[in-house]
Each structure stands twice: as C-alpha cells, then as structure tokens.
C-alpha cells in the first residue's frame, strides 16, 4: 500500500533531505497528484521545501482548464506552482508523443538548479511499458535498464521515488485521499505506443501472467546492473583507448580490442559527451572505419544528432553545425566583433609586433569569406607563396573546420587565414601596432 510513511522512506533511500529542494513536475493527473499529495503530507514533519511546475503544452482544447486545476490544487495546499507554456515547434522522427516530451523536458529543465531535484510521478506500470518500448526499438542493456530512480538533470538531478508502485497502488491513494485530478484525452488514443501497449498489450499480459508489469519492471533493475558493469568495462577500456585530444577515441588501440568491447566502448564514448547511442546501422559502419583503411585520411559517419569523423587514426564526434553560405562576404568593421551565424565569432585585440599591421590595414574595406580553392599566402619571412590547403594540411586543421576557418581580405587581397595566419605586405613587424585576431568557432 502506498503511503506518505512510505514516501519517507523511499525519500531518505535517495539522500533526499530537508536541505535539498524539491521541484514536482506537476500534470494534474493521477499519478502527479499523489505524489504531490502525499509530499505534501510530509511537509512538515520533513521540513520539505517544495514546489511545483506544470507545463502547458497546448495540445489540447482544455489544457488552459488542467492549468487552473493545477494552480488550485497546489493552492489548496499551499505550495507554490508555476505554470509554464510551451509550443510543440516540430514532430521529431519519433511523432507528437516525442516532441511533446522534449520541449516539456526542456521547460522543467530551467527550473532545477545546482543541488536542487526534479520529482517525477513515474511508477511500475510506466517502467514496464518503457522496457517493452526499447525492446521493441531493439535497445541494448543500457535502453533496457530504462527509467532511474535518481539521475543527473540540468543542473541538479532528477528522482522518480514512485517507482516501486503500481498505478493500482497510486489509485486507492487518490480514492483514500478523495484527490481530483484531470484525465487527458490522448492517455486514451492507441495510436501512441505508449497508450496502445497501456491499453491493449499489458491487460493481455496480465490475464496470462499476474504481476507482469512488476516482473518487466525488475527486469529492468536487472538490467542497470548489467549497464554498470558494461560502464564500468568501458572506461577502464576508455583509459587506455584515449586519442590524443582530451575526448578523441584511438583508432590503433581500439583496433585491439574485441568486436564486442569496440562496439561497448563506442557506446560510451558517445554517451558521456551526450550523444544518443547510435544505431545499429550506425554503428557498424564506425566500426568499419576503424577496421579498414579509408581511401582517403578524412572519413565520416553521420546521423541527424552526430557526426563520427576519423582523422590521423582519431575518432572525433561532433555535433551537426548549422548549413552556412559560404559564397556570402562579409564586411568587418576591427573594432567591433564579428558575429557569423552557424560559425563563429571573429574579434581583433589591439597589440603591437604580432597580426595585422594597423599602418598598412589602414582605413581598408575588408571582408571576411571562405575558402573557394587555389588559395595562396605569402607567410611572413618567407620568399614563397604557399598554397593554403597545404598549410592547412600541415598544420592538422582538421578537414571539418577548414571550411569554416575565415578568411580575412584587405583590397581584395588575402590577409589573413583566421587567428593562425597572417600574409604579406600586412603582417606586422617588432614593436608596431597591430590587430591580433581570435576566432572563436562554434562547437
């Protein structure tokens, strides 16, 4: 049987104390009620410090009505609700059910700060049916391990201490207690797959097996164990894998290991940059990569969220940039910064005896573009011209940020390649006045 005796407990298990604040992510249904009930029958015996966020998504007719019910609700017991509006911009690959849930995430995000807690009302029913969503996605032990009862969130962390309940457990409280909650609509339709595994798949399962959505559940315990274990592998596999940039994987020592412990450690490496795991399509082809070598130095491997490049024997995962024009010139005012959507940002810092000459820039139209090909610069103290892909080479700019290095023109004529080089007549000599350039490139 629930209870709020038995919320304590399960609070105190997580480390969460009198001295840790408590955000509730606040819908007005059910199980949201309950929690929020029951967290606040604690209140003050615990010394709670509590509050609420609801987020308005707009989908429905009545969603303003669930917003005032929420504010009521926590009115009627004291606590404070703040009631956030999102609009659901785009429907993700994954449909509404997705998109809804990123930009409610995304809300409830910039409201828990360093040390502070989110408390969702997720229970047993939900973690079942989360198991079987990733199992049928064909999700590996870390999917499986599905929903935590505490974990890291924005700046503080996120707990779900209702997790060792079920909706029928949660529903005698609310019937106990005479709780009001709303009811959405959309929790009914099956063409979500959440709704259509609640409503059609699991009373199927429970007639045949009683108790299945606990055993699914513990299933996934199961599997978080399995998932720590695997981390555990992996990062001893990471210390020794390690490229020679802080987050670059090693294509040589990768090489060594076996298939399964490659295709664990790439997981990994993935998932503590905050990438979503690959596919397995994806994956396969990383593998490849590190397996053959590409007929060129620079391969690459790309889905919507990532960007796996191999360069010099190193892994390297990005995050996709925006699409830029680089036809487009722009004119550069020194003194001012140069903000360039999708790439970055070009400033100039007043030094002497070391950029751009300010005598011989002087009062110049310059523009900032792009590489086109056939490229050359005359470096400063030497007698040649040298084309600038070879610079470029030479200096292991990696290919990806070759395109979106700027090139600086004076009259027309290149002066200077980004913060790395500058060409003759207009690099400074000792001692004279110039403008040293940094450029700061999106990440």
Not at 38 to 43: D, F, M, P, Q, T
Not at 204 to 222: D, H, K, S, T, V
Not at 250 to 272: F, H, K, T
Not at 284 to 310: F, K, N
Request: aromatic share 6%; charged share 25%; with cysteine.
């Amino acid at each position: 049987m629930f209870s709020p005796r038995a919320l304590a407990e399960t609070l105190h298990r997580l480390g969460l104390s009198a001295e840790t604040s408590l955000k509730v992510a606040f819908s007005g249904g059910l199980d949201s009620c309950v929690l929020l009930h029951a967290l606040s029958a604690l209140r003050g015996e615990l010394s709670l410090r509590l509050s609420a966020v609801h987020v308005d998504h707009g989908l429905q007719p009545d969603s303003a009505a669930w917003a005032r019910h929420a504010e009521k609700f926590c009115a009627d017991l004291d606590i404070p609700c703040i009631v956030e509006r999102v609009h659901v911009a785009t429907l993700h690959d994954q449909g509404l059910e997705a998109a809804a849930r990123a930009a409610r995430y995304a809300s409830l995000a910039r409201h828990v700060g360093a040390g502070e807690v989110l408390l969702t009302a997720h229970h047993i029913d939900d973690q079942a049916e989360t198991v079987l969503l990733q199992l049928l996605r064909g999700s590996g032990t870390h999917g499986l391990a599905a929903m935590h009862e505490i974990a890291p969130f924005s700046s503080g962390r996120l707990a779900r201490p209702l997790l060792g309940y079920t909706r029928a457990q949660l529903a005698d409280y609310a019937e106990r207690e005479k709780l009001h909650w709303v009811d959405d609509p959309s929790n009914h339709d099956p063409r979500f797959s959440r709704n259509y595994l609640r409503h059609e798949v699991f009373p199927l399962l429970e007639a045949r097996w009683p108790g299945a959505a606990q055993r699914i559940a513990r299933a996934a315990g199961l599997s978080a164990e399995a998932a720590g274990l695997l981390d555990t592998l992996a990062e001893t596999d990471w210390q020794v894998c390690r490229g020679a940039q802080t987050s670059t994987l090693s294509v040589v020592a990768l090489r060594l290991l076996p298939a399964p412990r490659q295709r664990n450690l790439i997981r990994y490496w993935l998932r503590r940059q905050g990438f979503q795991a690959p596919s397995v399509m994806h994956l396969d082809h990383i593998l490849a990569q590190v397996a053959h070598e590409p007929r060129t130095r620079h391969a690459e491997v790309r889905w919507p969220e990532a960007e796996i490049h191999r360069y010099r024997d190193e892994l390297v995962a990005l995050r996709p940039r925006p699409e830029t024009d680089f036809t487009a010139s722009l004119f550069w005012d020194l003194s001012q910064p140069l903000e360039i959507p999708g790439v970055g940002r070009l400033r100039a810092v007043p030094t002497r005896g070391d950029g751009l000459s300010q005598e011989r820039i002087g009062h110049a139209l310059l523009t900032v573009g792009w590489r086109q090909g056939g490229e050359t610069c005359q470096l400063a103290g030497r007698a040649h011209h040298h084309k600038l892909k070879k610079l470029l080479q030479q200096a292991g700019v990696p290919p990806w940020e070759r395109q979106r290095l700027p090139l600086v023109y004076a009259h027309g004529e290149l002066a200077a390649i980004g913060d790395r080089w500058v060409c003759e007549p207009y690099a400074a000599r000792a001692d004279e006045a110039a403008w040293k350039l940094r450029f700061e490139l999106v990440t």
